[in-house]
């Protein structure tokens, strides 16, 4: 054993096994909290560009990521004899708190004309029909909900699964359209209008029809369903800085606990220290051996960080549902955050060393 | 043979609280190369001080030190350091290994500090035969005795070719037995490989094998 950074660390495992989870702690948080955003958010963009529907017919103030259903239904006979319009459906999307993610959301639709426009099909049972049956799509069917089972929504209402569709599209339960007019009390009302269009191949098609819609019915909102079902990120404003606050709190525990547990170091060593000083060895030499050992428990902690991610995101998944994706960009952050951290956190008590008296430091006990 | 340290009216006076507290009031020491000279004198005499100073871990109140024709004493902080790695071997009464590394790795430390080309394998291999050490190289400190360990310290300061060796107390932790040892090792680099000493000792039996001996009092040769 030649080297004394290595030995240094196997000097006292348990103190560096700490620090080691000091930064791992921290790159683990960077990567669930982006990975868990990032993964709804792509699960939500995916489902709801399975809503084959080009243009999204609804009120102004009408809110993305709140119930509302202020949208007269007469409007879907209206907009079907707009030129270029093929059909309308209208749908009640309703948000109520629930579970671990805290929100979930189900839609009302008349499942036979939703279901011929999203090209969505049952693969078991039927459509829903009376106002306490609903459908689910695979991923909420997984999860231990097969045909004939009861699932609560809105709080403890049981409703029975009577069929189970694929592919996924909008939220993963769906009653009917007058159940959820029932429920909100709004009967003839929906929250928006699912318009498809008649040979609509390019996307100045689909202006051209939103534009006529907006002409022959103003006073509405007219968007295509691209622009309507925004990611996460962009739907609720702060989430951005909050994901940059938490990343940015992470690099703080990384460097504060590779500080402290290199502060420890020094102080324990500071005879050592002036060993090396009385070998000659110069500022930068002791400053560089100091910040080479921080990041060597910095890079250990990193791949501890990225293993407990992977298997507290598994581990999540399973038992809640919830999806994580774990990005390059963000690991490549949570990487560079993990480093950067021990090597600053390492720094103070690494100047702090090369600055001793040497015949103080040898004379220490 | 030249002269290979020289100190002149060295003067230091430490601070304690408001008072002046003097250690040394003038020295004037003329060392030739290859020489080994004993140090001795009461303690709190100013040995240890005029040591340090010598070897530029202490910056002098007043006075030069020239060692091998470089000032010590007009020298930055930087500088001092680079003199020290490059002129000065240290070797400590309480041995100061580093203890998570082997005798091999101590020394390997030391040539890693003096810097690139100081690795010399023949040097190495002449020193630790030298000092009986070629079996124990593979140990930590922990696992060798107190005479061991001085001659691990005593390879380390002398493997990358300093112009003098500075010792303070070297025997002061050891049994008669280790002593006798280790001052036959310094009397063989001494020797054979001409090296220069300067050793602070309160054992005359240790002073007895060096060269020329000097008495300090209150902070003055005598």
């Known amino acids: 054993m030649d080297n004394l950074v290595i030995s240094n660390i196997r000097q006292r495992p348990l103190r560096s096994a700490i620090s080691v989870l000091g930064v791992a702690l921290g790159?683990?948080?960077?990567?669930?909290?982006?990975?868990?955003?990032?993964?709804m958010s792509d699960d939500l963009q995916k489902r709801s560009s399975n809503v084959r529907a080009e243009i999204i017919f609804t009120r102004p103030g009408s809110m993305t990521?709140?119930?509302?259903?202020?949208?007269s239904t007469k409007y879907v006979d209206l907009l079907k004899k707009i030129e270029g319009v093929e059909s309308a459906v209208p749908v009640i999307r309703h948000f109520y708190p629930s579970g671990v993610w805290g929100v979930d959301q189900v839609e009302g639709v008349d499942w036979d004309s939703f279901a011929q426009m999203s090209n969505i099909r049952l693969i078991q049972g039927r459509g829903p029909k009376a106002i306490d049956e609903i459908v689910i799509d695979e991923t909420k069917a997984s999860r231990n909900h097969p045909v004939g089972s009861l699932v609560k929504l809105f709080g403890e209402k049981d409703f029975k699964v009577v069929g189970i569709y694929a592919p996924e599209s909008g939220a993963r339960a769906k009653l009917t359209l007058e159940a959820m007019q029932n429920f909100l009390e709004a009967p003839g009302k929906c929250s928006y209008i699912l318009v498809k269009c008649k040979n609509c191949k390019s996307q100045a098609e689909q202006i051209a029809v939103a534009r006529r819609i907006n002409e022959q019915l103003p006073g509405n909102k007219v968007q295509l369903t691209g622009e309507f079902f925004p990611s996460i990120e962009n739907s609720i404003p702060g989430l951005a800085i909050f994901m940059r606050i938490l990343v940015g709190l992470a690099a703080v525990v990384s460097a504060l606990?590779?500080?402290l547990a290199m502060h420890t170091t020094i102080t324990e060593r500071t005879r050592e220290i002036g060993i090396l000083k009385a070998m000659g060895a110069s500022r930068v030499y002791i400053i560089s051996e100091i910040e080479r050992e921080a990041l060597a428990i910095s890079f250990m902690g990193l791949l501890v960080g990225f293993a407990l991610a992977a298997l507290a995101g598994f581990g999540i998944h399973k038992a809640t549902g919830l999806i994580f994706e774990f990005g390059g960009w963000w690991a490549l952050t949570a990487a560079i955050i993990g480093l950067a951290g021990g090597a600053l956190g390492a720094f103070y008590p690494a100047a702090r060393a090369a600055n001793l008296d040497p015949v103080t430091a040898l004379a220490y006990e | 043979?030249?002269?290979?340290?020289?100190?002149?009216?060295?003067?230091?006076?430490?601070?304690?609280?408001k008072v002046d507290v003097p250690a040394l009031r003038g020295v004037d020491l003329t060392v030739q190369e290859g020489e080994f000279l004993a140090v001795m004198g009461p303690s709190g005499c100013g040995k240890s001080t005029m040591l340090h100073l010598l070897g530029g871990l202490l910056t002098p109140t007043k006075g030069r030190i020239i060692v091998d024709g470089e000032d010590l004493t007009a020298a930055s902080d930087a500088k001092r350091t680079d003199i020290r790695r490059r002129k000065i071997g240290f070797v400590f009464q309480r041995f100061n290994l580093f203890?998570?590394?082997?005798?091999?790795g101590n020394l390997r430390l030391a040539e890693r500090i003096h810097g690139n080309g100081s690795d010399d394998p023949d040097r190495r291999r002449e020193i630790l035969r030298m000092l009986k050490l070629e079996d124990k190289m593979h140990h930590k400190p922990l696992e060798l005795s107190g005479g061991e360990q001085q001659r691990v310290a005593l390879a380390r300061a002398v493997v990358n070719r300093p112009a003098i060796v500075l010792a303070d107390e070297p025997t002061g932790n050891l049994d008669t037995e280790n002593s006798a040892l280790v001052l036959k090792m310094f009397r063989d680099l001494n020797d054979r490989l001409n090296q220069t000493i300067i050793m602070i000792t309160h054992n005359p039996e240790a002073a007895a094998a060096?060269?020329?001996i000097i008495q300090m009092r209150d902070g003055h040769i005598v």
């Open chain 2, 1 to 17: 043979m030249g002269i290979i340290l020289k100190a002149e009216n060295l003067e230091k006076v430490y601070k304690v609280g």
């Open chain 2, 210 to 212: 060096c060269q020329r």
């Open chain 2, 99 to 104: 203890p998570t590394l082997t005798a091999e």
């Open chain 1, 65 to 71: 990521g709140a119930t509302s259903a202020n949208l």
């Open chain 1, 257 to 259: 606990v590779v500080m």
């Open chain 1, 27 to 39: 790159v683990t948080l960077v990567m669930l909290f982006t990975g868990l955003s990032r993964g």
